[in-house]
């Protein structure tokens, strides 16, 4: 499958799902291995879906983030910039 890695949930989260299966069932002795499967079953097909949904024909998207910072400091011309427009009067008055 071309998605396999994508669509096998993890142990971790087969354990979660099984245990809230076993809760929603009344905590019942010997389903351990039934509730196991079902929560690979299900959770697969959760993964399934959602590959599907994020795909255009059939193909996986690829995302690229940018490698730009979230945020960087102003540069001296656009903090002189923003300062004048903000207080044209004393820059002007500088002037004369």
Known sequence: MAHENQINPSEDQ??????????R???PDGKDSEHWLR???????EFEAECHAASLEGESTTFVL??????????RSVSA???READPAPA???RR
């Open 14 to 23: 087969i354990r979660t799902r099984s245990y809230l299966i076993w809760e």
């Open 25 to 27: 069932e009344g905590r």
């Open 39 to 45: 929560a690979k079953a299900e959770l697969e097909a």
């Open 66 to 75: 940018p490698l730009l910072p979230i945020s960087s400091p102003p540069s």
């Open 81 to 83: 910039k923003i300062a």
């Open 92 to 94: 002007s008055a500088a």
